[in-house]
């Protein structure tokens, strides 16, 4: 079987007993391979945690971060379309310049915690999806909506916090538009044995406002238009995009902690 359809293969296997067969992070010791209280366990590193932004200042991204976006410039960016990232920066801020297209980090990551500050035009225009609408987009893939969901009646699975097309957020906890709000996400990509057999679907949670909105949901596969296309088999690690809906949608702040 070639390494392509056995992934496909292994998608209609049960995910939990495939995991059971072969567990994943073989390396890392598992708790009872420790003595409780063990002081001979590796201390965790030391690092300084992130401060909180405010409406008027973002915070300072912890000390172990790759920072994205310091308020400074689009270099650690690229436009999809190929060369330089052509939205505006202004202020600590940049925005989304309709038709410019798609940017995309020059770096690739897979799983991580990312942090993302974004705000919505105001006075908002338009309504449904065609109001303060933008994405992101770990690993290119999978979309984390970002919309105007303030007072804004859309289909559930396209609102704020939504993995399009497949997960409602928990519950609707966006500020008004003109206001900055934060996405804390925990992304966990797919996973493949050595045989290319599919081991793990990706997961994703998502906080809005230090509200969860997203529990550590299963996704079906990547985010399309009208359809939920299955997994395919990707790199562990791909560029992450924010999404250009013709909308001027704002971000700030924006860090990233990869996790191993
Ligand atoms: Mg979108």
């Given at each position: 079987m070639s390494?392509?359809?056995?992934?496909?293969?292994a998608l209609q296997v049960n995910a939990v007993v495939a995991m059971s067969l072969v567990g994943f992070g073989a390396q890392v010791k598992r708790v009872e391979d420790w003595q409780i209280h063990d002081r001979?366990?590796?201390r965790p590193p030391v690092i300084t945690?992130?401060?909180?932004?405010?409406?008027?200042?973002?915070?300072?991204?912890?000390?172990?971060?790759v920072v994205l976006f310091d308020g400074k410039d689009l270099s650690k960016w690229v436009s999809v379309k190929g060369g330089p990232a052509k939205w505006k920066v202004a202020k600590d801020y940049f925005e989304v310049v309709a038709k410019a297209g798609a940017i995309r980090t020059k770096q690739s990551f897979?799983?991580?915690?990312?942090h993302v500050e974004w705000m919505t035009p105001d006075p908002p225009h338009g309504d449904d999806q065609d109001r303060g609408n933008s994405g992101?987009?770990?690993?290119?893939?999978?979309?984390?909506q970002v919309l105007d969901s303030y007072n804004n009646d859309t289909y559930p699975d396209g609102q704020?916090?939504?993995i399009y097309g497949q997960y409602p957020p928990l519950v609707n906890a966006c500020r008004p538009p003109g206001r900055w709000q934060t996405y804390d996400i925990i992304f966990h990509g797919l996973r493949f044995d050595k045989d290319g057999n599919l081991l793990r679907k990706v997961h994703i949670t998502v906080f809005q406002n230090g509200v969860l909105t997203q529990d550590n949901v299963e996704l079906t596969g990547p985010t399309a238009h009208k359809m939920r296309p299955p997994y395919k088999a990707t790199p562990v690690k791909l560029p992450l995009e924010l999404q250009d809906?013709?909308?001027?949608?704002r971000y700030r702040n924006i860090w990233l902690r990869e996790l191993n």
């Open positions: 390494k392509r359809a056995a992934v496909f293969a001979n366990r590796p945690p992130a401060t909180s932004s405010t409406q008027e200042k973002a915070g300072q991204p912890p000390s172990d971060a897979g799983d991580c915690q990312l992101i987009f770990p690993m290119g893939l999978y979309e984390i704020a916090s939504a809906h013709n909308h001027p949608v």
